[in-house]
């Protein structure tokens, strides 16, 4: 079994007596999660009464609210960025050809020799996670599963409040979770800039692309969408805890 590191965001093993990465003792873990969580005043987890017990996070990374966009993120790159491109993502390579396409190689989350160096990972490590990174070890990028847990049983709404606009996800014990409108970066162009977007946690690893999910109006009704952005683009995190 796996423990993750709360200074590093590093996996360490149960019976290691410190993390290989940073030093700090396994037995201080537990203290440092807490007191991680006491730190982090910019953000709480609310319990939506969800049947898997997620929490999620009451704002994006690296926003002072909910009302606040937060910051956007290529997938898997904790840097910020003004352009968001292959040129300048953490783990591109070439660009190499497929056929008479062109195609973006990586260094990680490859899952045939096409993409690049093959290592057959499809799910975001703690280390390369932003919101685990820069938030803390007790949180992370949300998992496909728990999106979708959140659309099946949440009511949604759109709404405009405090002078932004976004979509209330309102839970089965009446708690309440507010995306605001992002779009996401493509190079230093913000493209659908009146829908929530949010990273998953885990990559095509046979191809250039990442899961994320939005909410949007379709035919009158607000609902949740998933679709597959380049991993280069910038887009927000709603972390969940762990």
Not at 64 to 76: E, R
Not at 100 to 108: G, L, N, Q
Not at 194 to 218: V, Y
Request: neutral net charge.
């Amino acid at each position: 079994m796996l423990k993750v590191c709360p200074e590093c965001g590093r996996a360490v093993s149960e019976f290691a007596e410190m993390c290989p990465n940073c030093g700090l003792p396994v037995s201080l873990f537990d203290k440092a999660n807490r007191l991680n969580k006491e730190s982090s005043n910019q953000i709480t987890f609310i319990d939506l009464g969800l049947p898997s017990g997620t929490k999620w996070a009451s704002c994006n990374v690296g926003a002072k609210s909910a009302y606040d966009v937060g910051q956007y993120f290529a997938w898997g790159d904790s840097q910020v960025k003004t352009n968001y491109s292959w040129e300048n993502y953490k783990f591109f390579l070439l660009m190499g050809k497929d056929w008479i396409h062109d195609i973006a190689r990586f260094s990680k989350y490859v899952g045939n020799s096409k993409m690049g160096i093959v290592d057959a990972k499809r799910y975001l490590e703690s280390c390369d996670d932003p919101a685990t990174q820069l938030i803390g070890s007790f949180c992370c990028t949300p998992s496909y599963e728990q999106a979708k847990e959140l659309h099946k049983y949440c009511q949604i709404r759109q709404l405009n409040t405090r002078g932004v606009s976004g979509y209330e996800l309102t839970g089965p014990n009446g708690n309440q979770l507010f995306f605001i409108n992002s779009g996401y970066m493509a190079g230093d162009k913000l493209f659908c800039p009146e829908e929530p977007h949010s990273w998953f946690n885990w990559a095509n690893e046979n191809h250039h692309n990442a899961g994320c999910f939005s909410f949007m109006m379709n035919v009158g009704c607000a609902t949740m969408a998933t679709s597959w952005p380049n991993r280069c683009y910038g887009l927000p995190i709603r972390p969940v805890l762990r």
